[in-house]
């Protein structure tokens, strides 16, 4: 029974929320109490939402569906349109009853044949159509009086000034409710929802005033909540909020501002545009964007349903986690040196921009031994050219002969080749190859680390060197595309110190080498039942070191829940998610590194490594202004963000590993960071395998007890 | 300036034979090693003297790590401990990155005192009696086992011990022209590791972790690497398909030639020691093509590299002083000098270069450098060409890095002081010179012998 009571207010308070793109409760109940300003009205609103809802049920549509409102809110809109248009009568709530079955219907046929045929969303496509037929069959129906204009039960205590009165109205209008109180009300709700989504509204109400003004238009009527909704739809819902998807936003309710006008020339004088012209904006766009060739990460559109600080968070930690899912390496063992980075100045220009050349070095920083007149002389030559991540072979040419040192060959460019898919679309292509020491063949699968060739001289190459580019097709000398590197070690010659490159591009002369399995293994041994105890300031707790079923390792706290999801792979720690309390250590240890890289001096790195981290700002990290959080949402529509940017450093002595980290608030702009205020430096140690203890400010508060 | 007297020679022909490569003469010498005048460490430290340089130690490692690394993803150097144990030279490897390899439980503790994680140290030999083997194994040394009766000490052990226990076995192979030294763990082609590695199996209690095999020393025929490698990559590549072990280290050993002169050969050094790139490349190019068709890029195991003399010899020199000189009956001339095979026992088997630690002229005489001890073998070179050496004059002999301050005597005279020259130039004393009473310490006189 409770089950079916919670089942019946999760729907009729979701079916309002959706209206505005919501699944949160509290926002339903604040837009049905403005619908109740005006009881009757409100009243007619949840009879339709709940009829619809309930015939969806009865014809057996998905009931998680049902529940997340999505069969309830054109309902609501259809219902509080009738209820609007025409008085209340049993005459009224029959055809109202009919009217929701059929708005149930049509939200089953067009949301299939938009999602199939556009991949578009529907929205309130059947809400608008249902009305509409509605509204034109009543027009036979005498017994149907029009509504006599009704007094609000409550109104505003005083009146808002020009232009927020009419913004309050038009919020108000979505739901046929044309007091300010209403707008209130839901503005107030939208507000504790999220806050961009209001921005977004009042940035589509500006636009369509603006539009308004410029073209000295006449009175729109209350239409203007179709730019309004066209905006937060376009600038929030289904795309990633940032500064590109403002401007999009904006461009989306000027859109519908023009059609809203085109509509009312259209449409007979008793019939409504209603929401058209917010659906057909919103619509035209988004199959757009969904059909557009090349795709830029300024405009991205969602893959789900969220508030947009879901979709931004969201968004962020996809990001993380497409890149670990192709790891990129250099393709040889050892240090080599990057001879030519992107835009190099020789050949890597134009289509062929993003590339490297690698040249094998000793210690001191030689390509060379000897004279350097023959290309044995040279340190790279022959040496194994490795695929640098996992794929499968797609094209190799072999029989090339290598130049003496000094000429080149511009008949066949790349010379001996391999060119390796990784995905569709994604080939990676090694160029000047020895003769004859092709490893491969096309179709043979390769993994990454895998030796592919041996380096030579053959094609445009004067001095044996390895030429790396990433291209779409399988064609030698395709236009190459932006690529970042995963895992790497850079620097670590006399002058330079050594620095851990978590994912990024190289430099020209920066020395660089693939992060490599530590012989000892692991920081944290990935296996489960490992358990540590531990002081975190002035209480005890544990933790233990899990595996869940789908495979993913985490450690786990008690008796306080934090759960830290995390990859040991290539020698490098990372941290993929934290859930749960904050107030754990291992909360803390989280929040304070994002990747480790495993060094310790078995593997020849002696000395210390540095390495940079930027992470989103988080409330735990900076401790101190959570409020400031929310507002950073709203920045990140200007493309402002704020971020930690941490420089950390790590001293491997045997069996221990100690790091530093020196935190600084910074202020992501669209040109540049700007560094704000020093955080608290934190250092912790590690010694056989697990963590020793972590400090702040010189203060030990965490340590582990035996 | 006045030119060094020399003084007139008489030389012997010999008719009938004539020497292919001329009759020689060059004025060489070395006055200084990094910038210290030689005549000025003896003032300070007296004669003979050892001394290290850690910027050749340093360029030497860099050298190797730079031509394997090149050519295969993960390989580790472990430092020789029986090559050298002075805690000065083990501790700059150690610095640099070396593991350590020991060969008896003297050398593993010695490697304990010196910090090394015992995670990192190999050890190999035949001699692992009981209690040395139960230290290792408790400790998680990498310990290569030699025989049989090592491994059933060691299964017994691995039942009293809580955490798992993993060794690595010793194998020897037919290399072709020779066998590698086949006293030494089990053999592959007569299936005898085969053999083992189902025993051991079958026991259940013991996890085998790596695969060793050091062929020699003074290899200078890399080929026998290859081969090596190639069977030690074929029997990895047989335990992970047949039993699914996959193995995480393969330790080739050392065995590098250094660039001194093996009594017997005519070649110069030059012509003869290969370079690292050399070994590398013998090792590393059939080891990996060896292993790809069954091990992931990832999975890889790890190469060992134990060598020793070539990484030290270099880094060593000697530095004695003519205490008489003689004229033989053959009419050769003869130096008498403080440091003999108690101090060179590698003298036995290479000839090193002697040069003169000032300019005496050229070296237009031959002569035949005897030690300060009673036996006739004392002979640190039999022919050499040099100038004329007068009593007091000093003479520089290297390298003399390897072996020499592991297997010298205390016999007739007293250990000398050992230096190091640091890398950026400071002189410190690693070994003091000893004393008769150093030499007695440990002695006793039982009570029947009493006044």
Not at chain 1, 49 to 71: E, N
Not at chain 1, 479 to 485: A, G, L, M, V
Not at chain 2, 197 to 224: M, S
Not at chain 2, 390 to 416: C, H
Request: hydrophobic fraction near 45%; proline fraction near 6%; charge should be neutral.
């Amino acid at each position: 029974m409770a089950e079916r009571l919670s089942y019946l207010s999760d729907t009729l308070l979701r079916s309002y929320s959706q209206i505005l793109f919501s699944e949160s409760r509290s926002v339903g109940a604040a837009i049905l109490a403005s619908s109740l300003v005006i009881p009757a009205h409100g009243f007619c609103g949840i009879f339709g939402g709940l009829s619809s809802a309930a015939f969806a049920l009865v014809i057996g549509m998905d009931r998680i569906a049902i529940r997340k409102g999505l069969f309830g809110f054109n309902g609501v809109l259809t219902g509080l349109a009738l209820g609007h248009f025409f008085s209340l009568t049993p005459q009224l709530l029959a055809v109202l009853l009919v009217g929701s079955i059929l708005v149930t219907l049509l939200t089953i046929l067009i949301n299939h044949v938009f999602m199939v045929h556009l991949a578009a969303p529907a929205m309130s496509m059947p809400f608008n159509v249902a009305t509409w037929l509605i509204l034109l069959a009543s027009m036979d129906f005498g017994i149907l009086n029009a509504a006599l204009p009704r007094e609000a039960l409550i109104a505003l205590p005083w009146e808002p000034p020009y232009p927020a009165d009419l913004f309050l109205k038009n919020i108000g209008a979505i739901l046929f409710q044309f007091s300010p109180l209403s707008g209130f009300i839901i503005t107030l709700g939208l507000l504790a929802h999220s806050r961009i989504a209001l921005v977004l509204m009042i940035a589509g109400f500006l636009a369509a005033l603006g539009v308004q003004e410029f073209l000295f238009a006449s009175e729109p009527q209350w239409l203007t909540f179709n730019p309004m909704l066209a905006a937060l739809a376009i600038g929030g819902v289904f795309l990633i909020p940032g500064p590109a998807s403002l401007l999009l936003a904006l461009v989306a309710a000027v859109l519908a501002a023009i059609l809203v006008h085109a509509n009312l020339e259209a449409f007979p004088q008793n019939l409504s545009p209603l929401a058209l012209p917010f659906n057909a904006a919103v619509i035209l766009i988004v199959v757009a964007l969904r059909l557009r060739t090349y795709s830029s990460r300024a405009v991205q559109l969602t893959t789900g349903f969220g508030s947009p600080e879901t979709n931004l968070k969201n968004a962020q930690a996809q990001r993380k986690s497409r890149r670990r899912e192709m790891r990129i390496g250099v393709p040889f063992f050892g240090k080599w040196k990057v001879t030519q980075a992107i835009d190099g100045q020789y050949t890597h220009q134009g289509y062929w921009r993003f590339a490297y050349d690698f040249q094998a070095v000793d210690s001191s920083g030689q390509l060379w031994k000897g004279p350097g007149e023959t290309c044995q002389d040279f340190l790279a030559y022959g040496r194994p050219v490795l695929a640098p991540a996992d794929g499968r072979v797609a094209l190799t040419l072999d029989g090339v002969p290598d130049n003496p040192v000094g000429s080149i060959n511009t008949d066949q460019n790349w010379g001996n080749y391999c060119i390796i898919e990784h995905s569709p679309g994604f080939h990676s292509c090694m160029a000047h190859l020895k003769p004859g020491s092709l490893m491969v063949s096309p179709g043979q699968p390769v993994r990454k680390g895998q030796p592919v060739g041996l380096c030579g001289n053959s094609g445009r190459s004067p001095y044996p060197h390895i030429h790396l580019q990433f291209q779409s097709s399988a064609i030698p000398g395709a236009p190459s595309i932006p690529f970042e590197f995963q895992n790497l070690m850079v620097g670590g010659a006399s002058t330079e110190p050594l620095t851990f490159l978590s994912h990024g591009i190289l430099r020209e002369n920066e020395i660089v080498e693939n992060t490599t399995l530590s012989f000892d293994g692991s920081l944290f041994p990935c296996i489960a039942g490992v358990r540590w105890a531990y002081e975190f300031k002035t209480s005890r707790e544990t933790w233990e070191s899990m595996v869940d079923p789908i495979g993913n390792t985490y450690i786990e706290s008690f008796p306080l829940r934090t759960r830290l999801y995390f990859h040991d792979v290539e020698g490098v720690f990372e941290i993929t998610r934290i859930e749960g309390s904050r107030e754990t250590g291992l909360f803390l240890f989280g929040a304070s590194i994002s990747e480790l890289p495993n060094i310790s001096p078995d593997r020849g790195h002696v000395g210390t490594v540095h390495w940079l981290a930027s992470n989103s700002a988080d409330g735990a990290v900076i401790q101190a202004w959570p409020p400031w959080i929310e507002m950073s949402h709203l920045l990140s529509l200007l493309g402002i963000a704020f971020q930690v940017a941490t420089k950390y450093q790590m001293t491997p002595t045997p069996g221990r590993r100690h790091i530093s980290a020196d935190p600084r608030l910074c202020l992501k702009l669209p040109f540049g960071k700007l560094p704000l205020k020093a955080l608290p430096k934190k250092e912790m140690l590690f010694a056989d395998g697990a963590v020793e203890w972590l400090s702040i400010e010189g203060t030990t508060v965490l340590r582990r007890v035996k | 300036m006045k030119r060094p007297y020399e003084s007139p020679t008489i030389s012997r022909h010999q008719g009938g034979i004539t020497n292919k490569f001329g009759v020689g003469v060059s004025n060489r010498f070395q006055s200084e090693i990094e910038g210290f005048p030689i005549s000025k460490l003896l003032q300070e430290y007296g004669t003979p003297l050892f001394v290290y340089s850690e910027k050749t130690l340093k360029k030497t490692y860099r050298e190797m790590l730079d031509a394997f690394s090149l050519r295969y993803p993960k390989t580790r150097h472990a430092w020789s401990y029986k090559t050298n144990y002075l805690k000065a030279v083990c501790r700059s490897f150690h610095r640099l990155g070396s593991w350590a390899e020991v060969v008896s439980g003297m050398e593993y503790e010695m490697a304990r005192a010196n910090g090394v994680d015992p995670r990192f140290i190999v050890f190999n030999g035949p001699y692992k009696p009981y209690p040395v083997l139960k230290r290792a194994l408790e400790d998680g040394a990498i310990v290569n086992l030699d025989s049989l009766d090592e491994y059933f000490e060691a299964e017994e052990i691995a039942s009293q011990l809580r955490h798992p226990v993993k060794i690595g076995l010793r194998l020897n192979m037919s290399l072709g022209t020779h066998m590698s030294w086949d006293r030494y763990g089990f053999n592959i082609e007569s299936g005898e590791a085969l053999a083992a590695v189902k025993r051991i199996l079958a026991g259940r209690k013991i996890r085998i972790e790596g695969i060793h095999a050091h062929i020699g020393t003074f290899v200078y025929d890399v080929q026998n690497y290859s081969t090596a490698i190639t069977k030690l990559a074929e029997f990895a590549t047989a335990l992970k398909r047949d039993f699914g072990i996959s193995l995480k280290y393969i330790d080739i050993g050392g065995g590098f030639a250094s660039r001194n002169r093996l009594r017997g050969t005519y070649l110069s050094t030059a012509d003869m020691i290969p370079s690292f790139d050399t070994y590398a490349e013998a090792i590393c190019k059939p080891l990996l093509d060896g292993l790809t068709s069954v091990f992931h890029p990832e999975e890889l195991p790890t190469l060992i590299l134990e060598s020793g003399r070539r990484m030290v010899d270099e880094a060593g020199m000697l530095i004695s002083t003519v205490s008489s000189t003689k004229r033989m009956n053959s009419g050769t001339r003869g130096l008498v000098i403080d440091a003999g095979v108690n101090l060179l026992f590698t003298s036995f088997w290479y000839d090193h270069d002697v040069l003169p630690t000032s300019d005496h002229g050229y070296s237009n005489e031959d002569h035949v450098i005897f030690g300060p001890l009673c036996m006739q073998i004392d002979v640190i070179r039999p022919t050499v060409h040099l100038p004329h050496l007068e009593k007091g004059d000093s003479v520089i002999i290297k390298p003399a890095g390897a072996y020499n301050n592991t297997q010298w005597m205390q016999f007739i005279n007293l250990r000398p002081n050992v230096v190091m020259i640091s890398e950026n130039g400071k002189v410190g004393l690693i070994r003091r010179a000893e004393d008769v009473a150093y030499l007695q310490e440990r002695e006793t006189i039982p009570e029947w012998l009493n006044g």
